[in-house]
């Protein structure tokens, strides 16, 4: 299965509403995906500080997963709107800092495509494969 | 506003006699500003009223030893002022005021803000370790010709925002030239106000200090850019980061003197980091060993996404630092990208709501991930 020897860690945020239902109806339907996620659920996509996904970039997590629900469809009206504000500057940040920003993913998974949630998996675990491991999880000095 | 009154005479004396008048007159209650204590061996900060005002104040020191936002935040946090009270502030610190009023730390009720054209600070500890009555002619002289003295802050010899624009009273001294100083109205309040000073009729142009302010504002801008370009090729990477961050004692000092640090209770001083053994040694066992006290690089980055939009650059954490980091340079240099996405600058205008408050429907698109494959159907 693996294309490089390794397995890549992925955290991934999920919104209790939208992402991690997705995630379940995924489960329930009994749908194949990449085991390299770990997942973290959270109210709402917005709960995501760009704290978290640093702390998770910086100890060695190979790849950072917010999903949230589709803009227009958040259970609490605008939270994924807000989220969007935070990865982007959790994202400019890194980038800034020299950190590969490609290890950062926002998708909006609604809850009813359980098929699409598997994609967005598989998807971003083959592309994290290619990048390779993070640095900074093998780094003493972080 | 293209007027402003013109005082003849040295502008501290002139700044002195302005305040005593206001207060004399019962237009203020009070003024908030930098003083110094009766040796005159210490700059801080005073609430003082018309004769308290002759004893301690001293309106324009050449150190920044509290920025003047959590002065007024510390006075109107809970409550806004009963007192019409003038402060006197550095532009980095009115800024500070206006990000602190936004995110409600600061109630603006009755209070005047004056402001003044600024020619940076020295370096506290160099102050301190220095002569400090040198020091304080240089800045004095320095004040009246606005040439940059030596030896200042990094941060402040890159300061492109100088002016006390945004002000109810700025007090213009680009241009003066060392022979007096305007007094300019920002707004109604400080035009009010103006009025009811002696000088109320000399009403002089503003034309010759603009054009100057604006060749400043455009050298200046120049020097920033490149500064914390070549600033940020030193510490592009976790590797080049660490390298300047090393010498980090882990104090949070720097957030603690950050006027726009203003949290209770902060998320790197609370136990959330503060993790078991149990957790510290998989982490050590994954990299062959931890840096111990461990998450100094997280500090510091989480500080950079909590604040650095509305960072002003004051340069306060820089000057509380023990281990002499180039904080602030670090932050205004994470600070130039993370507002542009927003298009943000922070104490610009009250009315401009903080980015994390708002949002609009159609933006940053580039920052999502759009699935680009189509799911197999099961």
């Given at each position: 299965m693996t294309d490089n020897g390794y397995e890549p860690k992925i955290v991934a945020f999920l919104c209790n509403w939208c992402t991690f239902t997705a995630a379940d109806l995924a489960g329930t339907s009994r749908i194949k995906y990449q085991p390299n996620i770990r997942i973290i659920k959270v109210m709402?996509?917005?709960?995501?500080?760009p704290v978290f996904i640093l702390k998770a970039l910086l100890d060695g997590a190979d790849g950072v997963l917010i999903g949230g629900c589709a803009p227009g469809d958040c259970h609490y009206s605008k939270g994924n709107f807000y989220a969007r504000r935070k990865v982007a500057l959790a994202k400019t940040l890194a980038q800034n800092m020299g950190?590969?920003?490609?290890r950062i993913r926002l998708s909006w998974i609604p809850a009813s495509e359980g098929p699409k949630f598997a994609g967005v998996v598989n998807e971003f675990t083959e592309k994290i494969k290619k990048i390779g491991a993070n640095p900074a999880g093998q780094e003493v000095f972080i | 506003m293209d007027k402003g009154i013109w005082i003849d005479g040295p502008v501290n004396k002139g700044v002195m006699k302005f305040l005593k008048g206001l207060l004399e007159n019962n237009a203020m209650d009070a003024v908030l500003m930098p003083g110094k204590n009766k040796t005159g061996d210490s700059n801080a900060w005073f609430f003082l009223d018309r004769d308290g005002l002759d004893e301690?104040?001293?309106?324009?020191?050449?150190?920044?030893?509290?920025?003047g936002a959590k002065m007024v935040s510390y006075l109107t946090k809970k409550n806004g002022s009963w007192k019409k009270t003038g402060v006197l502030l550095r532009p980095c610190e009115l800024r500070a005021v206006i990000e602190l009023a936004k995110l409600k730390q600061?109630?603006?009720?009755?209070l005047v803000l004056i402001s003044y054209d600024c020619p940076g600070a020295f370096p506290l500890k160099e102050y301190l370790s220095g002569n400090q009555q040198e020091l304080d002619m240089a800045f004095e002289t320095s004040l009246g010709t606005q040439t940059d003295p030596e030896g200042l802050r990094n941060v402040c010899s890159i300061?492109?925002?100088?002016?006390?624009?945004?002000?109810?009273?700025e007090i213009g001294l680009i241009g003066a030239d060392s022979k007096g100083f305007w007094l300019i109205p920002g707004t109604e309040q400080g035009e009010e106000l103006l009025k009811k000073?002696?000088?109320?009729?000399s009403f002089k142009s503003l034309e010759s200090r603009d054009k100057l302010v604006e060749a400043k504002s455009v050298q200046r801008k120049e020097k920033r850019e490149t500064t914390l370009d070549s600033f940020q090729q030193s510490v592009n990477g976790p590797e080049n980061l660490m390298t300047v961050l090393?010498?980090?004692?882990?104090?949070h000092n720097c957030s603690r003197v950050c006027?726009?640090?203003?949290?209770?209770?902060?998320y790197f001083d609370?136990?959330?980091?503060?993790?078991g053994a149990d957790e510290m040694l998989r982490r050590a066992d994954r990299k062959q060993g931890l840096r111990l006290l461990p998450d100094l690089l997280l500090f510091h980055m989480g500080r950079m996404t909590h604040m650095s939009i509305s960072?002003?650059?004051?340069g306060a954490c820089e000057d509380a630092c023990p281990a002499d980091i180039p904080v602030s340079m670090l932050f205004t240099v994470a600070a130039r990208d993370t507002r542009k996405i927003f298009d943000y600058e922070p104490?610009?205008?009250?009315?401009?709501?903080?980015p994390y408050s708002v949002f609009n429907f159609?933006?940053?698109?580039?920052f999502e991930a759009p699935y680009t494959r189509q799911y197999s159907k099961q």
């Open positions: 709402c996509s917005s709960r995501v500080d950190l590969d920003t490609d | 301690s104040a001293s309106p324009f020191p050449p150190v920044m030893t509290t920025q600061v109630d603006l009720t009755n300061c492109s925002n100088f002016t006390g624009s945004g002000a109810d009273i000073t002696e000088e109320s009729n090393s010498s980090c004692i882990n104090c006027p726009i640090c203003f949290c209770r209770e902060c609370s136990r959330a980091l503060n993790s960072c002003v650059s004051c104490g610009r205008d009250i009315d401009e709501a903080l159609e933006e940053l698109k580039n």
